[in-house]
């Protein structure tokens, strides 16, 4: 399995959050323990995607429901 601060690293570098990444964080952080350095990233990733730096898929689809038509059942 991959680790928060892998998928917070693909995220700064694409500027952009799957679905797939946000539902992998959600299970880290609820079932493993992490330390600093990972919280850290995810704290990083937060910051990004506030500011605007990182767009959530998921975000997206919600604000834009056309786009989701061809590829997503009920969200």
Do not use: D, W
Not at 40 to 47: C, E, G, H, T, V
Not at 56 to 74: G, V, Y
Request: proline share 1%.
């Amino acid at each position: 399995m991959v680790s928060i601060s892998e998928i917070v690293q693909q995220a700064l570098a694409t500027g952009h959050l799957t679905v797939e990444a946000e539902n992998q964080l959600r299970l880290l952080l609820q079932t493993t323990k992490y330390g600093s350095e990972e919280f850290n990233a995810f704290m990083a990733l937060q910051r990004s995607a506030m500011a605007g730096l990182v767009k959530q898929e998921s975000r997206q689809l919600k604000e834009s429901p056309h786009l989701c038509a061809s590829s997503c059942s009920n969200i």
